[in-house]
């Protein structure tokens, strides 16, 4: 990891509450910048995470950073991705990634333009399981795949 990285974390929620933020400091990542609208409620954490610089919004940093995960509001991910970027600036984007096909067509021509890098964050491809079952599939150790059907469900003690 580059630790001269100058990294945003775009929205300051539970997701980089819980983990974004954590991580981040246990990877010794120096540089980091915090967005949220709520800047108030984001002084006590910069302080925690060393945080470099704190801004209500994104505009207010564009220039102060090469990268930013975006972990924001939903309806936020694919505005915020696109300014981003636009500016050159590799983008982390939570799930969902846009709310549109269009959406998702604009992200992906703007990061070949400016040649930033767009990685939509869904972490549950790298899980074990799923890794096992993905060769499994691939292996058709329960013969060739037909079709897929998918449940998932539980309570969750996510904070809203």
Known sequence: MNNNLRLAIIGCGALSRIFYLPVLKKMSLSHTVLVDPDINGIKELAKTYDAIKIAAGLNEIIDD???AIVASPNFLHAPQA??????GKHVLLEKPIASTVNEVEELIISGKQS???LQPAMMRRFW??????????EEEVLGKLQTVSMQEGAVLNWPV
């Open 128 to 137: 074990k399981i799923n890794k096992a079952v993905k060769k499994m599939l």
């Open 115 to 117: 040649g930033a890098i």
């Open 82 to 87: 696109k300014l981003l970027l636009e500016s």
């Open 65 to 67: 950073i090469d990268a």
